[in-house]
């Protein structure tokens, strides 16, 4: 497996310099008779913020889906191919999935809080992988989660209201403040703000810049402009494969696949 | 010209779109006045029907607790006042208020309108308390269900109409109703006792607890192999030829008509495992298999109803699959499954023919003490009553399908407060 792999290293320079956070080697995904992915070949780099981008049904999202292995709850969904996080395979049957969920957190695209408590909700994370040993401690971990979402001023006042009461911008920042209390090493968000107003929208993009800080973060987006405002590198997906990967501001202003341009500049998509 | 043309063809349809759009509400409307009206005929007549068992004729005698009579050996012994002769109790005091009647056709037609389970009430008293026997003592005893249907206006006075009293007894009756010893009193013999040949001492006790015993066995059974089966189908298995089949087999189960698990339940449960026949636990096992699938249907429903990001929520935080059902799953489709396990609860304690196989249709008169005592149940006591001759049991059928119908309707009406009760929106 490791001369494979390496293979499958070899082909980002990236991977190769050791600087991937999480890579991706060869990777097909079948959904039945669909195939949905077709040999992904993608290094992700750590504490920055990856945009995949692509016309719907183009497989970004279900790219995404692979790292934290949701795509495993889709009936008739096989993966082949390597992806690694810190170079190790995810795929791999010793790996405890519920660990690598803990490592890699998830945002989706429809704000989901629990029907409970704001507090139960950014608790929830830490008490089932038992990351607090007392009250206090729990406590410290929802509160720092929300400051560090940026929501705990709005909510300080009312945590013990329910979740899916507070106005949609609000809910996402709370289900990122949940995804970060459980302290992931990677955040993928699945089109998080296109349940969202421009204001709501504004405030998780400025969230996702801060995050970058303590997080790598993968984030599927329809919006080109949020591409290109959150994102440091940006990989264009187009019918399930991987066109074009590079610094999100080469590929915005000098792209170097005609498809890419085609979209970014509205031809297509 | 040509637009007003158009527009009046718009305005044609339109009106006629109203037009059906109304009809339709007609045929709503229509359709629910027309149950109602159904329905409401239905409790009319059975309440009219049965109303009249709720009290029963009684009279008041002065009861002379002769020592002599009573404990002829004057020892006090509890054996020897059990079985004494207190008919002759309440023969004495009724002799001593017709002294006429001295002959013995005479004799005979006077005792006959009394119950002949008025003595019991003698005996519970002296039981109770010993001393009072030498004493006199006034007390309220059950007449005999024809006096009582007399009474109550179901029975015709003259004999040519039916009725069943001569001239004498007729006499007798007036007497005593004259003076106020005759009065229709709150039948406590329909609440606390069990079933009788004497109409006026039949009652739905034992039925109600051979129901609740059976019930109690079939929730504890029915609840949580359904959820079970219901999470496992719903949450964990791989859908495949297997579950397909699995599934086909639980709807047709929901199908089967009842009396063939009734059969089931004859051939398991009592001859191959010998359980005690007529007992609650029997019952509560058929009724299990009855109830089961309906269960099993309405947890799924209420399962399938819990929307997926909140799976996908707990998940993407590293819940285990179990962790995710009993943290969020389970707790978000309780209502329903309360709501759909209730509903079967309602459609097992109604169930009768099951029931007739496993011989849950015996005459018993004990209220059974534990599930496993020989029992009868709500609606297979209906049924009893309802195929006896007497007059009298008739409006017991109807009292005892009212006693039913509020056991309904105080479940379903569970139900609704617990969906209403837990109900989450999102």
């Known amino acids: 497996m490791s001369t494979t792999s390496d293979a499958y290293l070899r082909q980002d320079a990236d991977a190769a310099a050791g600087m991937a956070k999480i890579t991706a080697g060869d990777v097909n995904v079948h959904y039945g008779d669909k195939h949905a992915l077709k040999g992904i070949n993608l290094a992700i780099r750590a504490n920055e913020v990856t945009a995949l981008i692509g016309p719907s049904g183009c497989g ?15 009936e008739g969904a096989r993966v082949t191919g390597l992806i690694t996080l810190d170079r190790q395979d995810i795929y791999d049957r010793e790996l405890d999935v519920v660990q690598l969920r803990a490592r890699v957190g998830m945002v989706f695209q429809k704000p989901n809080p629990f029907p409970k408590s704001i507090y139960d909700n950014v608790a929830y994370g830490p008490r089932l992988h038992g990351l607090a040993h007392s009250t206090a401690d729990l406590e410290e971990i929802v509160v720092t989660s929300l400051e560090r979402a940026g929501l705990y001023d709005e909510v300080k006042d009312r945590l013990d209201e329910p979740g899916t009461g507070l106005s949609g911008g609000q809910q996402q920042r709370l289900c990122i ?16 703000c296109s349940a969202l107003d421009p204001i709501a929208t504004a405030k998780v993009e400025e ?12 984030i ?13 590198r940006t990989a264009f997906f187009h019918l399930g494969e991987l066109v074009e990967v590079g610094d999100t501001e080469q590929i915005f202003t000098n792209p170097q696949h005609k498809l890419t341009q085609g979209y970014i500049t509205g031809r297509f998509g | 010209m040509r637009s007003s043309a158009n527009a009046d063809r718009v305005a044609a349809r339109l009106r006629r779109r109203y037009a059906a759009e109304k009809r339709f509400r007609a045929y709503g409307v229509a359709a629910i006045i027309i149950a109602l009206g159904f329905l409401t005929v239905l409790l009319a007549s059975i309440i009219a029907d049965g109303y009249t068992a709720f009290v029963q004729t009684e009279v008041r005698l002065s009861l002379d607790l002769d020592p002599s009579v009573i404990d002829p050996s004057g020892k006090r012994d509890r054996a020897d006042l059990s079985s004494a002769d207190y008919a002759a109790v309440v023969h ?9 009647a001295s002959d013995r056709a005479a004799r005979r037609r006077l005792f006959r309108l009394i119950s002949q389970g008025a003595d019991l009430e003698v005996r519970k008293l002296v039981l109770a308390d010993p001393s009072i026997i030498g004493s006199r003592r006034e007390m309220w005893l059950p007449m005999a269900a024809s006096v009582d249907q007399l009474i ?24 005593l109703q004259a003076d106020g010893s005759l009065k229709t009193r709150f039948n406590k013999w329909l609440f606390t006792g069990g079933d009788s040949r004497q109409p006026e001492l039949a009652g739905l006790w034992g039925a109600v607890v051979g129901s609740f015993y059976s019930l109690l066995v079939t929730l504890a059974l029915s609840f949580p192999l359904g959820v079970a089966t219901a999470v496992y189908l719903e949450e964990f298995a791989s859908r495949n030829r297997w579950t397909d089949l699995i599934e086909v087999n639980i709807n047709n189960l929901a199908a089967v008509p009842s009396i063939v698990f009734g059969l089931l339940g004859l051939e398991i449960f009592l001859n191959v495992f ?13 009724l299990t298999l009855v109830s089961l699938p309906t269960i099993i249907i309405a947890a799924r429903v209420s399962l399938k109803a819990v929307p997926p990001w909140i799976r996908e929520a707990a998940l993407g935080l590293g819940a285990s699959r179990l962790q995710m059902v009993t943290h969020h799953v389970l707790p978000l489709a309780m209502p329903g499954i309360l709501t759909g396990t209730i509903i079967g609860m309602a459609r097992a304690i109604g169930e009768t023919a099951p029931l007739l196989m496993i011989g849950m249709v015996a005459f018993i008169v004990d209220v059974p003490a534990t599930p496993l005592d020989p029992a009868t149940a709500l609606p297979v006591q209906v049924y009893l009553w309802a195929a006896s001759p007497e007059r009298a049991f008739i409006e017991r059928t109807s009292a005892a399908i009212l006693v039913l119908l509020c056991f309904l309707a105080a479940m379903n009406a569970t139900a ?9 929106r999102w």
């Open chain 2, 152 to 175: 109550k206006g179901n029975m015709a006075r003259a004999p040519e109409k039916g009725g069943q009293f001569s001239e004498r007894e007729l006499a007798w009756i007036d007497a």
């Open chain 2, 274 to 286: 010998e359980l005690p026949r007529s007992s609650p636990l029997v019952g509560g096992l058929v």
């Open chain 2, 416 to 424: 609704i407060y617990l969906r209403k009760h837990f109900e989450r």
């Open chain 2, 92 to 100: 004495n005091a009724l002799l001593a208020r017709f002294p006429e």
């Open chain 1, 60 to 74: 970004k999202s279900t790219f995404l889906r692979c790292i934290n292995r949701m795509n495993d709850l889709i």
């Open chain 1, 177 to 192: 403040a949940r995804a970060i209390a459980v302290s992931p090493e990677v955040i993928l968000m699945d089109e998080p």
């Open chain 1, 207 to 218: 969230l996702i810049d801060e995050l970058r800080e303590n997080f790598t973060i993968v």
């Open chain 1, 220 to 232: 599927v987006t329809h919006s080109m402009q949020q591409a290109a405002r959150v994102s440091q």
